[in-house]
């Protein structure tokens, strides 16, 4: 391959930076009117009155939706398809109340600014009962959560007790991390239409094929009937992999008022229908020999849930494959709380379940004495420990290696030794960890006239670049240039692709794609080379190239023609259709991605505020099919992971319910002056068995460790160990 990996610039980029790309919220339809969703203002009751008329008059006011007037839903509005693609909603079938910010009605008006004044209008009574939101209040009635297909709550190998009995060293301590919320730049926005029974969607989503079938489940009718489009979504990470309340209501408001229905949140209205990263309480209790060789181990998850959902934050999965360790137990217990269901957050359980891991394995390491690497490559898991399966690839040490000689990390000073000005200073470091996920993919491929060509899969483009990596691995499969690929996405009538998370795009499409565009050229090359009008009749299949857009017979340049010329001799069409998964290579093989991640940080001595000059990743992620958006995303992963570190936390109002700080001045997230130097760079991996292009998915790794790693940094620099996320500085005077 030629193309695959080069560091192309975004082939999307120039429509991006010109405006010229259109978002969900900037769709203009003829006809179009707004919506502005109802919230409820209290966190737990029953609606006893709603006031409209003051709503009712109001300028450009079409029809206002409440639980009184709704249409009935075959599933009672509440039931969705399993996650990703569907949670139990809120759709006005009843007048519960289950916490704060839930959808309680929709108006609907000419414009956005009537909309928002109307929905002002509206006076709603409540019977308020008593709400269940103290995380600590509830911990007393926590529960297990429903075994899934992929994991069961409680999990165990060894004899954890009697290993941790005979221990030299042991150590027990609890990590908390709050509630954090997506915030992506594009807010979730949706435009409805309907043209008789079939309904055309255009919505902010990391799941064009999801948002379909859920719909058609909600509203009882044939997801055939239902196009979903989506070219491009302004940041995802997790909070847009779901199809919320606020998706059918759009649906369920053009239908009612018979004309197309804009749906867009505020940045404020963000912060309880569509998902958080849920808080969690770890305690990870460890027994070792003095030699820091690891005999016991366990660790207890704690996380939140809403009342009307279970949604468990797997933060204890990492522990259980991350190190070599006989004795092993991991538990997970949930709290229902009266907010909005938790969801996806970039690294789901990873982020949290690192967080905790490394800063115990870092205080092991204090405990023990022995430098935080070694201690790590004593207990290295040469086959994954969960399952003994050998891993498909793994690049661990070689990411301790290169990352610890680019730090600087020989030079790591003794605990409160280090200072600078006014400034003591610390070096910490972390493993970072994701799996390696692969869904059933399809994709098409077809050579033009002209000599371009078009391929095409129903997947998403989040900024991420998949538009840009899937027309380089076109390009090679096909032999023709970028510049002559288009490459479609975000439609469900597209051939079907996963959700856009869990790190599986590029797993899942690209092997698809490669497939389809080796297809199509193969059914180029025959027609090429037989049959009466084949203009090199006659030369032998492996004796044909196609190379940047020309077809000829290697070693006689003279035989030597367009492939546009070849597609236009008549036929059909020089197609390639193909369908592509994980097979029983999953059977025979675990597959990860790892990292190594290193952090510098300064610590002012009076006020603890804490500055993070540089940070230094190593990863092990098989190939990297664009060099450019592929270390963006892994420095974008590090930001994400300062963010979690030293700033995001969301302020729950124990009285109300309401996220008090649901705005991007109160919700703190780095600028650029948070974040100094990250350096970043992938150690050569290959991998034959996770798919037919050796790639692994990079979207979530960055932010694993990070946090620990910054968190270890501190405790070099103050003697302080932080054990609660964020690390702020009242937690250090």
């Known amino acids: 391959m030629t193309v695959v990996g080069q560091p192309l610039d975004r082939v999307d980029g120039a429509l991006k930076v010109t405006g010229a790309a259109t978002f969900t919220a900037e769709r203009a339809l003829p006809r179009m009117c707004c919506a502005k969703i109802l919230f409820s203002t209290v966190p737990a009751g029953t609606i006893t009155s709603f006031n409209l008329n003051a709503a009712q008059h109001a300028p ?43 959808p309680i009605g929709v108006v609907i008006a000419e414009s956005l600014e009537q909309a928002t004044y109307a929905a002002s209008r509206v006076r709603v009574r409540y ?78 989503t990391q799941y064009v094929s999801g948002v379909q079938k859920t719909l058609g489940k909600i509203l009882g009718i044939s997801p055939d009937h239902i196009r979903v489009i989506s070219p491009f979504v302004g940041g995802g990470f997790g909070c847009k992999g779901s199809a919320w309340s606020h998706v059918a209501l759009a649906a369920m408001a053009a239908r009612h008022v018979g004309r197309p229905v804009k749906l867009i949140l505020e940045r404020t209205e963000m912060f309880a229908p569509v998902g958080s990263r849920p808080q969690t309480e770890q305690r990870i209790i460890i027994g070792a020999r003095r030699d820091g060789s690891l005999t016991a181990l366990s660790h207890a998850v704690l996380s939140h849930t809403s009342v009307i959902e279970e949604y468990t934050e797997p933060s204890a999965t990492v522990t259980r494959m991350l190190y070599s360790c006989p004795n092993l137990k991991t538990q997970q217990r949930l709290v229902s709380l009266n907010v909005g269901t938790p969801t996806f957050q970039r690294a789901p359980g990873e982020a949290t379940g690192t967080f905790a891991l490394e800063v115990a394995l870092d205080e092991l390491s204090v405990a023990t004495g022995i430098d935080p690497i070694e201690l790590r490559l004593r207990n290295y898991a040469d086959k994954e420990p969960e399952t003994g399966k050998p891993w498909s690839s793994k690049s661990l040490r070689e990411c301790y290696r290169a990352g610890a000689e680019r730090f600087g ?35 098409s491929a077809q050579y033009l006239e002209d000599g371009s060509a078009v391929v095409k899969s129903g997947s998403q483009e989040l900024g991420t670049g998949t538009y840009t990596v899937m027309s380089q691995v076109a390009s090679d499969a096909l032999g023709v240039t970028v510049r002559s690929i288009r490459f479609e996405l975000g439609d469900s009538r597209l051939p079907a692709a996963p959700v856009s998370g869990g790190s599986m795009t590029c797993a899942s499409v690209a092997p698809a794609v490669k497939l389809a565009c080796e297809r199509a050229r193969a059914e180029l090359v025959r027609r090429a080379t037989t049959g009466d009008l084949a203009l090199l009749h006659g030369s032998a299949v492996n004796d044909v190239v196609v190379e940047d857009g020309w077809i000829y017979v290697r070693g006689d340049p003279s035989r030597r023609l367009r492939v546009g010329a070849v597609v236009a001799q008549g036929g059909d069409p020089v197609i390639g259709n193909a369908e592509s998964g994980p097979g029983a290579e999953r059977d025979t093989y675990a597959m990860h991605s790892f990292g190594a991640v290193f952090a510098e940080v300064h610590v002012d001595r009076q006020l603890g505020q804490i500055r993070v000059p540089r940070i230094v990743g190593r990863y092990g992620v098989g190939r990297l099919l664009n060099e450019k958006t592929g270390t963006s995303q892994l420095l974008g992963g590090i930001v994400w992971g300062i963010s979690m570190a030293l700033h995001e936390v969301s302020e729950l109002d124990r009285r109300t319910g309401r996220i008090v700080n649901a705005n991007l001045a109160d919700y703190h997230v780095p600028v650029h002056a948070d974040v100094g130097l990250i350096d970043v760079a992938v150690v050569s991996e290959d991998d034959p068995y996770v798919n037919s292009l050796g790639a692994k998915g990079i979207g979530e790794i960055g932010i694993t460790g990070v946090a620990a790693a910054i968190s270890n940094a501190v405790f070099n620099a103050t003697g302080r160990r932080i054990r609660s996320l964020p690390i702020t500085p009242d937690k250090l005077l």
């Open 60 to 102: 450009g006011v079409i029809a206002i939706l409440t639980p009184d007037n709704a249409p009935r839903l075959p599933q009672g509005g509440r039931a969705g398809v399993e996650p990703p693609a569907g949670r139990v909603l809120s759709l006005l079938q009843d007048r519960s109340v289950s916490y704060n910010g839930q």
């Open 409 to 443: 990390w020989a030079q790591r000073p003794a605990p409160q030794t280090q200072l600078h000005a006014d400034d003591c200073v610390g070096y910490g470091m972390a493993t970072a960890t994701y799996p390696v996920n692969r869904n059933k993919a399809s994709a």
């Open 127 to 204: 019977a308020v009962t008593a709400p269940q939101l103290s995380f600590e209040q509830q911990r007393s009635e926590a529960f297990a959560p429903k075994p899934t297909a992929q994991a069961k709550p409680d999990y165990a190998r060894g004899d954890f007790d009697a290993a941790l009995a005979l221990a030299e060293v042991r150590l027990d301590q609890t990590y908390t991390t709050p509630m954090e919320h997506h915030n992506p730049l594009e807010p979730h926005a949706t435009v409805a239409l309907w043209e008789g029974d079939r309904l055309t969607v255009y919505d902010a």
